[in-house]
C-alpha cells in the first residue's frame, strides 16, 4: 500500500510498520490521517502475512503531539469536527487488532497520540519522550479512550491527576507509573522495537493472537471467567 498522505506503510517480512507522517506538524491527529490510518488498519487485520505491528512517528520531535488544532478549533464548530472525526471509528480498529502492536515512541506523546499509544500492547519509550492528555485545560474532554485505557493502564489516582491538571510525564516517570514497558535512548529505539517485532513474529500466530486476546478480554471479566476463556482459547491453538 502506498501514496497515503499523512502516514507511511511499510512490511518487512511479518511485521508491519506505520508511521505517522506529519513531522512539519508534530504528527499531529487530523482528519486525513483519520481517514488513512483507517484504510490501513482494516487491510492488516485482513492480512494473514502480519504477525505483529509497530506504529511509530516519524522525525525526532513527536510521536503524535495530539489533535490538530488548527483544523480542529476552526469551521465547522468544534463538536461539529468531532463528530467528524469519529465518522471513521478508527479507535475501535485499534482495540480490536488480533495482531499484537507495539508503539514506539518518541518526543511528544499527547492526547491522541497517548490514546494511540494505550490502544498498543506493549510501549516502548525514548528518554525524550513526553506525555500527556491537555484536552481539560482546552475546555474539552478526551473522547478516544483516554479516560478509560489510561486509569486501566497506570491506575485511578495517577489518571484521575493527569485528566485534570493537564500534568504532564517525563519518560522516566512513564516508566515508574507503568505507562511504558521499556526506556531507551533515542537512537536505540527503532532497533529496539524491530528486534522485538521481530521475535514476537517468529512464534505460532494463533498462539500470540490467543495470548493477547485472553489478556485484552479478560480485563473484564472476573476471575472465573477469564480462566474459563483462557482453558477455550487454549484448546483453539
Known amino acids: 500500500m502506498s501514496g497515503f498522505e499523512t502516514i507511511i506503510y511499510e512490511k518487512d517480512g511479518g511485521v508491519a510498520y506505520v508511521t505517522l507522517n ?32 509497530v506504529v511509530k512517528g516519524g522525525g525526532d520531535k513527536a510521536f503524535c503531539a495530539g489533535a490538530d488544532l488548527k483544523e480542529f478549533m ?13 465518522q471513521r471509528d478508527i479507535w475501535d480498529r485499534f ?35 513526553r506525555f500527556g492528555l491537555p484536552e481539560v485545560s482546552l475546555g474539552i474532554i478526551p473522547a478516544a479512550g483516554g479516560t478509560q485505557t489510561l486509569p486501566r493502564t497506570i491506575g485511578a489516582a ?16 512513564a516508566l515508574r507509573v507503568g505507562l511504558v514497558n521499556k526506556l531507551l535512548e533515542p537512537q536505540d529505539l527503532l532497533p529496539a522495537a524491530r528486534a522485538m517485532a521481530e521475535r514476537i513474529a517468529s512464534y505460532n500466530p494463533n498462539a ?26 487454549a484448546r483453539s491453538i
Open 22 to 53: 506529519r513531522p512539519e506538524a508534530l504528527n499531529a491527529y487530523n482528519i486525513q490521517m483519520r481517514d488513512d490510518l483507517y484504510e490501513v488498519l482494516g487491510a492488516v487485520a485482513d492480512d494473514p502475512e502480519v504477525r505483529v505491528v
Open 74 to 86: 476552526s469551521a465547522p464548530p468544534p463538536t461539529q469536527a468531532r463528530m467528524i472525526r469519529f
Open 95 to 129: 482495540s480490536n487488532m488480533a495482531q499484537p502492536l507495539i508503539a514506539a515512541l518518541n518526543g511528544y506523546v499527547l492526547g491522541s497520540g497517548i490514546e494511540i499509544a494505550l490502544f498498543c500492547d506493549i510501549r516502548l519509550a525514548a528518554t525524550n519522550a
Open 158 to 173: 495517577k489518571a484521575m491527576e493527569m485528566l485534570l491538571t493537564n500534568e504532564w510525564l517525563d519518560a522516566a516517570e
Open 208 to 233: 500470540v493472537r490467543a495470548a493477547k486476546q485472553a489478556v485484552r478480554r479478560g480485563q473484564d471479566m472476573s476471575l472465573s471467567q477469564g480462566l474459563r476463556l483462557e482453558k477455550l482459547l
